[in-house]
C-alpha cells in the first residue's frame, strides 16, 4: 500500500521556507519551523513535510484526513495550481505525525466575535494568535478548517517547489530563473527539462520568498476537479481503516463498560476461552478485549465472557439527565457573549412569546465502526494504522499507554468511512496497541462491533432551551435565548489534554448568540449543567443545537407577527450583513417560496451562520397516505471563496442529509447507566428513498477581504429548524422536541 514511509528512487520533496512566515514574528517558539518529518531514504533527499517530486509524478502530502469531504483533493488541487503540474500527474497521501502540519486554520475559531462580523472586517495578523496552532502542534481536522488552514501553506508549497526547479533549471542553462517558465511538470526555456530530472539540484536552491500566481491565471481552484479518491472508493479498492491486512495478522474486538467511566470489578473468561479460534482475553481496567482468529469469532466470544460493571457517575436514565440539565437554570450563565440593547426592560412592556425546547444526545454512526490495528515489535517499537482526526495527539496517547518514547510509535493514517468529529479521540487506537501488546510481534487488527461503537462514543450533548421574545406592531424588538447544556467543549479537552481552558464556553452558545438578526434587544446565555456523560465534537458542535432552537422560535415570532416567516426573517437581517440576506432572497427564488403554500404540502426556511459560512435552506414536505414525506430542498451557501465548488455543493447536500437524519429518528437515550440504542435500526439515517431532492447554490459575496469558510458543517444546523417550521406549515403542530418522530408520522 502507499505510504509516506515509502520514499521511492531520486524522489525530493520541496517547500518555499517563506510558509512559516516565523521570521517577523519575533519569539523562538513562534518563529521556529517545523522540523521535516520525512526520513530520507539511501538515495532520497527530503527537503520539507510537504511536495514529493520523482519520475512518477508528483505526490502532495495532506495535512488533513480525508473521511470523505473531498480534502485531500482540494489541498493537492492548491499545490498544482502553483506547482503547473497537470492533474492526471497528482497524487496524494496523507502525512505522519508532525508539527509541520498543524492545521493554521484553528486561527479561525479562536474568537467568541461572531463571525458575520469578522467577514466584514479586515484581516488584522496577530503573530502570536496566528502561531498557536503551530505551538501546540495542533495537527488536527475538525472545525471545517481543513481548506482555511492549507490555502496559503499548500499554494506556498507548490510555489516554492516551482522556483526551486527553475532556478536549477536556470544553473544548467546559466540563464536568469526569471525567463524560465514551467507548464506540465516541465520548466521550459532554450532547453526543456521535467521535474524529475531537476529535483535533486532544486535541493539546494529553494528561495526564502516565492510569489504566488495571480487568481485571474488559476487553472484548478475554483474549479470542479476530479476528486483523486474517486476512482478507489468507487471500485473498492481504496484501503480503509477496517481494511489493513498484514502477514500473520490476528483479530480482535473490545466489550467495555456501558456505564461510562466505570470500572470492572471481575470478569470470567472460561466460556470464551472455549470457542475454537480463540486465543486470549485480555483485561483493560474498564472492559475486556478478545483475540482470535477471525473479527467473527472474537465478536461472539467477547459476549461469552462473565462481566462485573461497576457504576458511572451520572443518573440512571434520560429523564433525570434532563432534569439535571434543566436544573442549571437556575445556577448563574456561564457566558453572555451578546447583550444588545436592554432586554429586560423590552419585555417587561408585556406580550412576552416564550417557548421551551429539548434535544436529545446523539452517537456520530460513521458507516466505518471504530477499529485500529496494532503491531508491537520485537524492538518495543508499535507501528499503528487507524483513521484518525489528531495524529500527534494519537500518536503520544498510544505512547504514553504503552510506555515508551513517541519517536518509537509510527502512525498512519487512512482514509475514513466517516468521522464527524468522532474519531478525534485516540481510544480505538490505543486499545489497539495495548491488545497487540499482548501478542508481540503479531500484527492485531481491532474492531468495534456496532453495539460497542454507539455504546462507546463521545456524544453530542442533550440540552435544554428556553426563548422568550417580543412582538410590537408586526415586528420582533426583543429576543432573549437562553441554552442549558453539559460542556462538549470542557468534557473532550479534559479527556482529550488534562486540562479545559477556562472562560466563557462558546460551543453551548454558538448558532445562537453570533447569527446576523439585527434585532435591537438581543441576550443570548449559556447555563453549563453538570453531567459526567462522556461527551465530543459532533457535526456542527453547538450549531446543531441552538439554530433548531433559535430558528423554531424565529419562526414562532413571525407567526405571531402575522407575517411571512422568509420575509420577516429577510427583514431582521437586510441591515446586518448583506450575504446573509442575500442566501435567504436566493432560497426564495431557488424554491419558488410563495408557490410552495398549497394544500397538502407545507414548507419551512431555517439559517445559520456557522463556522464563516452562512447557509439558508427551504424544506418542502408532503401529506401523503404512508405518512409524511420529505420531498425537496433547496440550500444556499456563501463561503466566500469556493475552492471547489462540486465539493462544496456535495458537502452541503452530506450536512443536511446528516442534520435531517438526526432531526427525523436519531436520539441516544440511557437506562440503568448505559446507553439503549444498539445499531442502526435504533439510531438509523434516512434512507434514499426518504431523501428529499436537492437544489443547490453557491454564492461567493461574503468577506470583500479574502474570507475563506468552512464547508463540511454549516449545511447541518438549519436542517432541523427547516423541517420542523415546514411540519408546522403542513400540519400546525409545532414540534419543540427532537426527534420529530415522537410527534409525527414520517413515510418509510
Same mark, same amino acid.
Given at each position: 500500500?502507499?505510504?509516506?514511509?515509502?520514499?521511492?528512487r531520486?524522489?525530493?520533496?520541496?517547500?518555499?521556507?517563506?510558509?512559516?512566515?516565523?521570521?517577523?514574528?519575533?519569539?523562538?517558539?513562534?518563529?521556529?519551523?517545523?522540523?521535516?518529518?520525512l526520513?530520507?531514504?539511501?538515495d532520497?533527499m527530503?527537503?520539507?513535510?510537504?511536495?514529493?517530486i520523482n519520475?512518477?509524478?508528483?505526490t502532495?502530502?495532506?495535512?488533513?484526513?480525508?473521511?470523505?469531504?473531498g480534502?485531500?483533493?482540494?489541498?493537492?488541487?492548491?499545490?498544482?495550481?502553483?506547482?503547473?503540474?497537470?492533474w492526471?500527474?497528482?497524487?496524494?497521501?496523507?502525512g505522519?505525525p508532525?508539527?509541520?502540519?498543524y492545521?493554521?486554520?484553528?486561527?479561525?475559531?479562536?474568537?467568541n466575535?461572531?463571525?458575520?462580523r469578522?467577514?466584514?472586517?479586515?484581516?488584522?495578523?496577530?503573530?502570536i494568535?496566528?502561531?498557536?496552532?503551530k505551538?501546540?502542534?495542533?495537527?488536527?481536522?475538525?472545525?471545517?478548517?481543513?481548506?482555511?488552514?492549507?490555502?496559503?501553506?499548500?499554494?506556498?508549497?507548490g510555489?516554492?517547489?516551482?522556483?526551486?526547479?527553475?532556478?536549477a533549471?536556470a544553473?544548467?542553462l546559466g540563464?536568469?530563473?526569471?525567463?524560465?517558465?514551467?507548464?506540465?511538470?516541465k520548466?521550459?526555456?532554450?532547453?526543456?527539462?521535467?521535474?524529475?530530472?531537476?529535483?535533486? =539540484? +532544486? !535541493?539546494?536552491?529553494?528561495?526564502? @520568498?516565492v510569489? &504566488?500566481r #495571480?487568481?485571474?491565471?488559476?487553472?484548478?481552484?475554483?474549479?470542479?476537479?476530479?476528486?483523486?479518491d474517486?476512482?478507489?472508493?468507487?471500485?473498492g479498492?481504496?484501503t480503509?481503516?477496517i481494511?489493513?491486512?498484514?502477514?500473520?495478522?490476528?483479530?480482535?474486538?473490545v466489550?467495555?463498560?456501558?456505564?461510562?467511566?466505570?470500572?470492572?470489578?471481575?470478569?470470567?473468561?472460561?466460556?470464551?476461552?472455549?470457542?475454537?479460534?480463540?486465543?486470549?482475553?485480555?483485561?483493560?481496567?474498564?472492559?475486556?478485549?478478545v483475540?482470535?482468529?477471525?473479527?467473527?469469532?472474537?465478536l461472539?466470544?467477547?459476549?461469552q465472557?462473565?462481566?462485573?460493571?461497576?457504576?458511572?457517575d451520572?443518573p440512571?436514565?434520560?429523564?433525570?439527565?434532563?432534569?439535571?440539565? =434543566? +436544573? !442549571?437554570f437556575?445556577?448563574?450563565? @456561564?457566558?453572555? &457573549?451578546? #447583550?444588545?440593547?436592554?432586554?429586560?426592560?423590552?419585555?417587561?412592556?408585556?406580550?412576552?412569546?416564550?417557548a421551551?425546547?429539548?434535544?436529545?444526545?446523539?452517537?456520530h454512526?460513521?458507516?466505518?465502526?471504530?477499529?485500529?490495528t496494532?503491531?508491537?515489535?520485537?524492538?518495543g517499537?508499535v507501528?499503528?494504522?487507524?483513521g484518525?482526526?489528531?495524529?500527534?495527539?494519537?500518536r503520544d496517547?498510544i505512547?504514553?499507554?504503552?510506555?515508551?518514547?513517541?519517536?518509537?510509535v509510527?502512525?498512519?493514517?487512512?482514509?475514513?468511512?466517516g468521522?464527524?468529529?468522532?474519531?478525534?479521540?485516540?481510544?480505538?487506537?490505543v486499545?489497539?496497541a495495548?491488545?497487540a501488546?499482548?501478542?508481540?510481534?503479531?500484527p492485531v487488527?481491532?474492531?468495534?462491533s456496532? =453495539?460497542?461503537d454507539?455504546?462507546?462514543?463521545?456524544?453530542?450533548?442533550?440540552?435544554?432551551?428556553?426563548?422568550?421574545?417580543?412582538?410590537?406592531?408586526?415586528k420582533?424588538?426583543?429576543?432573549?435565548?437562553?441554552?442549558?447544556?453539559?460542556?462538549?467543549?470542557?468534557?473532550?479537552?479534559?479527556?482529550?489534554?488534562?486540562?479545559?481552558?477556562?472562560?466563557?464556553?462558546?460551543?453551548?452558545?454558538?448558532?445562537?448568540?453570533?447569527?446576523?438578526?439585527?434585532?435591537p434587544?438581543?441576550?443570548?446565555?449559556?447555563?453549563s449543567?453538570?453531567?459526567?456523560?462522556?461527551l465530543g465534537?459532533?457535526?456542527?458542535?453547538?450549531n446543531s443545537?441552538n439554530?433548531?432552537?433559535?430558528?423554531?422560535f424565529?419562526?414562532?415570532?413571525a407567526?405571531?407577527?402575522k407575517?411571512?416567516?422568509l420575509?420577516?426573517?429577510?427583514?431582521?437581517?437586510q441591515?446586518?450583513h448583506?450575504?446573509s440576506?442575500?442566501?435567504?432572497?436566493?432560497?426564495?427564488e431557488?424554491?419558488?417560496w410563495?408557490?410552495?403554500?398549497?394544500?397538502?404540502?407545507?414548507?419551512?426556511?431555517a439559517?445559520?451562520?456557522?463556522?464563516?459560512?452562512?447557509v439558508?435552506?427551504?424544506m418542502e414536505v408532503?401529506?401523503?397516505?404512508a405518512?409524511?414525506?420529505?420531498?425537496?430542498?433547496?440550500?444556499a451557501?456563501?463561503?466566500?471563496?469556493?475552492?471547489?465548488?462540486?465539493?462544496?455543493?456535495?458537502?452541503?447536500?452530506?450536512?443536511?442529509?446528516?442534520g435531517l437524519?438526526?432531526?427525523?429518528?436519531?436520539?441516544?437515550?440511557?437506562a440503568?447507566?448505559a446507553?439503549?440504542?444498539?445499531?442502526f435500526?435504533d439510531?438509523?439515517?434516512?434512507r434514499?428513498?426518504?431523501t428529499?431532492?436537492?437544489?443547490?447554490?453557491?454564492?461567493?459575496?461574503?468577506?470583500?477581504?479574502?474570507?475563506?469558510?468552512?464547508?463540511?458543517?454549516?449545511?447541518?444546523p438549519?436542517a432541523?429548524?427547516?423541517?420542523?417550521?415546514?411540519?408546522?406549515?403542513?400540519t400546525g403542530?409545532?414540534?419543540?422536541?427532537l426527534?420529530?418522530?415522537?410527534?409525527?408520522d414520517?413515510?418509510?
Open positions: 500500500m502507499a505510504s509516506w514511509k515509502t520514499i521511492t531520486r524522489s525530493f520533496l520541496v517547500l518555499g521556507a517563506a510558509f512559516v512566515g516565523g521570521a517577523a514574528f519575533g519569539a523562538y517558539k513562534v518563529a521556529e519551523v517545523p522540523a521535516n518529518p526520513v530520507p531514504g539511501p532520497g527530503p527537503l520539507n513535510p510537504w511536495v514529493i519520475a512518477d509524478g508528483i502532495v502530502i495532506a495535512p488533513r484526513a480525508e473521511m470523505g469531504q480534502i485531500s483533493t482540494t489541498l493537492a488541487a492548491l499545490v498544482a495550481e502553483e506547482l503547473d503540474v497537470d492526471d500527474q497528482v497524487r496524494v497521501l496523507h505522519p508532525a508539527q509541520a502540519y492545521n493554521a486554520g484553528f486561527v479561525e475559531r479562536m474568537s466575535e461572531p463571525d458575520y469578522l467577514s466584514q472586517q479586515p484581516r488584522s495578523h496577530n503573530a494568535l496566528a502561531a498557536v496552532p505551538i501546540f502542534s495542533m495537527q488536527m481536522t475538525g472545525g471545517s478548517t481543513g481548506a482555511i488552514g492549507g490555502f496559503v501553506q499548500m499554494r506556498l508549497a510555489a516554492g517547489a516551482r522556483e526551486a526547479l527553475k532556478a533549471a544553473k544548467r540563464v536568469a530563473p526569471d525567463t524560465l517558465r514551467t507548464e506540465g511538470g520548466v521550459i526555456g532554450a532547453q526543456t527539462f521535467t521535474y524529475a530530472e531537476l529535483a535533486a =539540484e +532544486a !535541493a539546494d536552491l529553494v528561495p526564502d @520568498d510569489p &504566488l #495571480d487568481p485571474s491565471t488559476w487553472r484548478y481552484v475554483g474549479k470542479s476537479m476530479p476528486r483523486l474517486m476512482v478507489a472508493k468507487s471500485t479498492t481504496e480503509f481503516g481494511d489493513i491486512v498484514l502477514p500473520g495478522m490476528k483479530f480482535a474486538t466489550r467495555m463498560n456501558p456505564r461510562r467511566g466505570g470500572a470492572m470489578t471481575s470478569f470470567d473468561p472460561a466460556a470464551a476461552l472455549a470457542l475454537p479460534g480463540v486465543e486470549q482475553v485480555v483485561g483493560l481496567g474498564n472492559g475486556i478485549a483475540i482470535a482468529s477471525n473479527t467473527w469469532t472474537a461472539q466470544a467477547a459476549q465472557v462473565d462481566v462485573q460493571w461497576g457504576e458511572a451520572y440512571a436514565d434520560s429523564a433525570a439527565m434532563l432534569s439535571r440539565i =434543566e +436544573a !442549571a437556575t445556577t448563574d450563565p @456561564d457566558s453572555r &457573549l451578546r #447583550d444588545d440593547g436592554d432586554v429586560e426592560a423590552e419585555l417587561a412592556k408585556g406580550d412576552v412569546i416564550e421551551e425546547y429539548r434535544i436529545p444526545f446523539l452517537a454512526a460513521s458507516m466505518e465502526p471504530l477499529n485500529a496494532a503491531w508491537v515489535k520485537a524492538d517499537s507501528e499503528v494504522w487507524c484518525n482526526q489528531a495524529p500527534i495527539m494519537t496517547a505512547a504514553s499507554a504503552l510506555r515508551i518514547g513517541s519517536d518509537k509510527t502512525l498512519h493514517t487512512p482514509v475514513m468511512g468521522g464527524f468529529g468522532g474519531r478525534t479521540d485516540p481510544v480505538p487506537a486499545l489497539a495495548r491488545v501488546a499482548a501478542m508481540p510481534d503479531t487488527k481491532l474492531t468495534y456496532r =453495539e460497542e454507539m455504546g462507546q462514543d463521545f456524544y453530542r450533548p442533550a440540552a435544554i432551551a428556553r426563548l422568550s421574545g417580543r412582538i410590537e406592531s408586526g420582533a424588538t426583543a429576543l432573549w435565548g437562553r441554552t442549558a447544556a453539559p460542556s462538549a467543549t470542557r468534557s473532550a479537552l479534559a479527556r482529550l489534554i488534562g486540562f479545559a481552558p477556562p472562560g466563557p464556553d462558546r460551543a453551548t452558545v454558538e448558532g445562537g448568540f453570533d447569527q446576523p438578526y439585527g434585532l434587544h438581543y441576550r443570548y446565555d449559556g447555563h449543567a453538570d453531567l459526567a456523560v462522556p465534537f459532533w457535526r456542527s458542535v453547538g443545537m439554530a433548531f432552537f433559535l430558528e423554531s424565529i419562526d414562532e415570532l407567526h405571531a407577527a407575517a411571512d416567516p420575509a420577516f426573517r429577510l427583514e431582521l437581517m441591515d446586518t448583506a450575504p440576506a442575500m442566501l435567504l432572497e436566493t432560497v426564495r431557488m424554491s419558488g410563495e408557490s410552495l403554500n398549497r394544500p397538502g404540502f407545507g414548507r419551512g426556511v439559517f445559520c451562520y456557522s463556522f464563516g459560512t452562512p439558508a435552506q427551504v408532503q401529506e401523503t397516505s405518512g409524511i414525506k420529505l420531498t425537496r430542498a433547496w440550500i451557501c456563501d463561503p466566500g471563496l469556493a475552492m471547489d465548488p462540486s465539493i462544496v455543493e456535495a458537502q452541503m447536500i452530506g450536512a443536511m442529509v446528516y437524519s438526526a432531526a427525523v429518528q436519531e436520539e441516544i437515550t440511557f440503568d447507566q446507553v439503549v440504542q444498539q445499531n435500526p439510531h438509523d439515517a434516512l434514499m428513498h426518504t428529499p431532492r436537492f437544489e443547490v447554490r453557491v454564492l461567493q459575496n461574503n468577506g470583500s477581504f479574502g474570507h475563506i469558510g468552512g464547508v463540511g458543517e454549516p449545511g447541518t438549519p432541523a429548524p427547516a423541517l420542523a417550521n415546514a411540519l408546522f406549515d403542513l403542530t409545532r414540534a419543540r422536541e426527534p420529530l418522530n415522537r410527534t409525527f414520517f413515510a418509510t
